[in-house]
């Protein structure tokens, strides 16, 4: 429910949105991030992983009348999708393009065709450095912008690395998130100072899927249920229940996405990775069940993935530690592993995350799919018609790592057609991979520049709207 406050917040977002675009983001001192470690998960799914169809009945409407917050995790008054800080003042950038209207540019329809909030971002994209915008394509864990593992709390020298590698977001895992208080003001330091000094929001994510895979319900300290493994849910009620119960806790907290829900089909049941993290065996069912966990999550403002693209559900193999495959073809894929994804862009999904898998009855070869521009463009993009932000599965794990250097992998999956790659193993190197792909020709900027204009409409719309 929009209430006063949440007007007011709306409109001084808009107001200082319109300093915002007026500055040009200075060049920024390179620096080496490369210390990433890969470690170890017995939650089901490895730290290093990045993390890692229609209902087929009606969901029921939302009823907060009866949804005491019994957790203790702080109200950071999130729930309708705007952020506030401890003033009460909405988190908005303050340096914005003249042009823009000081009204919420998501309400405006250009004579062009392009939305305000679209004529918004495409003055930013002009105004940032080929290198900026790369860095807008990568999701980082904390330990690359603070160096030591864990980190719990940001401090000054964290800020100013931040600001010097304007990353696009930082995923979460269980060893940063000791507490609500704690991770909450780690959260909202993150992001008042990425839209003050950067002036766009951070993706802030984490893997909350629920069951073998979470980062907070496992912590008693954060007082919320674990709802337990998608394999048991009965119906698309009671996922949509688990979408707005995840949503609430993880917006309360300052997060902004959550790479969930697990929209693979299993059809491999000896499956290790996957196994009851997923709906079921039936494509219909997996759709609409995960669906509807998405339409929970977008309630309280929170944005959605499925994941794995093409389906890791038919492959029994780990992709943390190595090569998993499937021979399927691609009539096979489409006829079952791949309906959730074909129904993604219909369903509202904002994110797909391609996996690392391979398809060489498809491919011919061993190419991961996350790597693969026929797999990423011409099927996922093309063939379905997904409009959404396409993010790899983590860079840093074994399937990828075993053959691909970070530089390697970085441009593989931007030529492929990813908008955003996880977790890279070297920072710089991966973007320096990238950028001189670009400079020598080998990716036009039209690419980067399409990925980074998909990002920022998904950023500013989570300013203004909530997601």
């Known amino acids: 429910m929009i209430n006063k406050t949440h007007i007011i917040a709306i409109g001084v977002m808009a107001a200082v949105l319109v300093i915002v675009m007026m500055i040009t983001l200075p060049g920024r001192e390179e620096k080496n991030f490369s210390n990433v470690e890969s470690r170890e998960d017995t ?23 009866s949804d005491p917050d019994q957790s203790g995790i702080p109200d950071t008054d999130q729930t309708d999708g705007i952020h506030e800080n401890d003033d009460g003042n909405a988190a908005c950038p303050d340096n914005a393009d003249a042009s823009t209207e000081a009204d919420d540019p998501s309400d405006n329809e250009e004579d062009n065709g392009m939305t ?11 105004k940032m450095t080929l290198r900026e915008k790369i860095y807008q394509m990568c999701i980082i864990t904390p330990e690359q912008v603070g160096g030591e593992w864990p980190v719990t709390a940001v401090s000054d020298n964290d800020l100013e690395k931040l600001s010097e590698c304007p990353v696009g977001g930082i995923i979460f895992f269980e060893a940063n998130l000791t507490g609500p208080e704690q991770t909450a003001e780690m959260l909202s330091t993150l992001q008042e100072y990425s839209v003050k000094n950067i002036g766009l929001p951070l993706f802030l994510c984490v893997d909350e899927e629920g069951g073998r895979v979470v980062r907070i319900a496992k912590n008693p300290a954060f007082g919320v249920e674990n709802p337990g493994p998608m394999k048991k849910v009965e119906s698309a009620n009671e996922a949509l229940e688990i979408g707005r119960t995840i949503g609430k806790y993880l917006s309360k907290l300052g997060f902004n996405v959550d790479f969930a829900p697990d929209a693979d ?11 009851d993290r997923s709906f079921g065996d039936d494509p219909e069912k997996v759709t609409g069940f995960a669906s509807a966990v998405s339409d929970g999550l977008h309630e309280y403002g929170i944005l959605s993935c499925f994941k794995h693209f093409p389906g890791h559900g038919a492959v029994e193999a780990d992709t943390h530690k190595g090569l998993a495959y499937t021979d399927k073809s691609l009539e096979e894929l489409m006829e079952c592993e791949i309906i959730p994804f074909a129904k993604a862009e219909e369903k509202n999904i904002d994110m797909i995350m391609a996996a690392h898998i391979s398809v060489p009855g498809i491919l011919g070869d061993n190419t991961p799919c996350s790597l693969s521009e026929y797999m990423l463009t011409t099927v996922l993009k093309e063939k379905l018609g997904y409009k959404g932000l396409i993010i790899t599965d983590a860079l840093n794990m074994g ?31 991966a973007v320096s991979a990238v950028e001189e792909a670009v400079i020598n020709g080998e990716i036009s900027e039209e690419l980067i520049n399409a990925a980074v204009m998909k990002i920022m409409i998904k950023k500013y719309t989570i300013l203004f709207t909530g997601g």
Do not use: C, F, H
């Open 43 to 65: 939650s089901g799914e490895g730290y290093n992983s990045g993390k890692n169809g229609s209902q087929d009945e009606e969901i029921a409407g939302k009823d907060d009348s």
């Open 116 to 126: 305000e909030l679209e004529k918004t971002a495409a003055a930013r994209l002009e």
């Open 265 to 275: 089909v299993l059809t491999a049941p000896g499956s290790v990775i996957i196994g």
């Open 399 to 429: 399937a990828v790592t075993d053959v691909y250097s970070p530089g390697g992998s970085a441009k593989a999956a931007v030529q492929a057609g990813a908008d955003i790659i996880l977790m890279p193993p070297d920072l710089e190197e």
